[in-house]
């Protein structure tokens, strides 16, 4: 299953949780999962339609506001598609960054700007760690072992600890190359 095929059952799950809007489903991608998983409005929409028109989710129009709004809501079917997914192994994964590719190249700009690269990805790093390890906090206050915030725990320490691998990483690179 193509990672663009994976998009199905992403909006899936978090239809699972609550009814969202497409506008909703981006904020909470961007919000939640944006660390592992990230798509665009010209992804969700499609998805958002075919999921319909499989039967696996449902569009309600209400008006709001003087102007309709379209929420979606996972239907049964939805749920024994996510089930059936969630139950087949990993195909593989993958993390793509652009500034591991540009240092594998750097050789042709040379150190100054893999130095720069590298400390433009340190601080970006250092930011999202911090919103991560607020995250975790916070879950922790609200987890137990029957509920969803135990996986949304999971994840965010995970998170926290690739982030804080990322800084030493970081820390050793821009040694490496100032010699």
Not at 46 to 68: F, I, M, Y
Not at 98 to 112: C, D, I, M, R
Not at 116 to 138: D, M, P, R, W
């Amino acid at each position: 299953m193509a990672n663009e095929k994976k998009m199905d059952c992403v909006i899936l799950g978090l239809l699972s949780h609550e009814e969202l809007t497409g506008y909703e489903v981006k904020k909470r991608m961007d919000a939640a999962i944006r660390f592992f998983w990230g798509a665009s409005y010209g992804s969700i929409y499609p998805t958002l339609r075919e999921l319909v028109e499989k039967g696996l989710a449902v569009k309600s129009d209400t008006a709001q506001k003087d102007r309709n709004k379209i929420t979606y809501t996972i239907t049964e079917k939805g749920r024994r598609h996510l089930k059936d997914w969630l139950e087949i192994p990993v195909e593989k994964d993958m993390i793509r960054y652009e500034t591991l590719l540009k240092l594998f190249f750097a050789e042709s700009a040379g150190k100054k700007t893999a130095i720069g690269h590298i400390e433009s990805f340190e601080a970006k790093t250092k930011e999202e760690l911090l919103y991560l390890q607020a995250a975790v906090k916070n879950l922790e206050r609200f987890c137990d072992d029957e509920s969803a915030h135990l996986y949304y725990l999971l994840t965010a320490r995970f998170g926290a600890k690739i982030y804080g691998a990322y800084l030493e990483w970081c820390d050793e690179a821009k040694a490496a190359l100032k010699g």
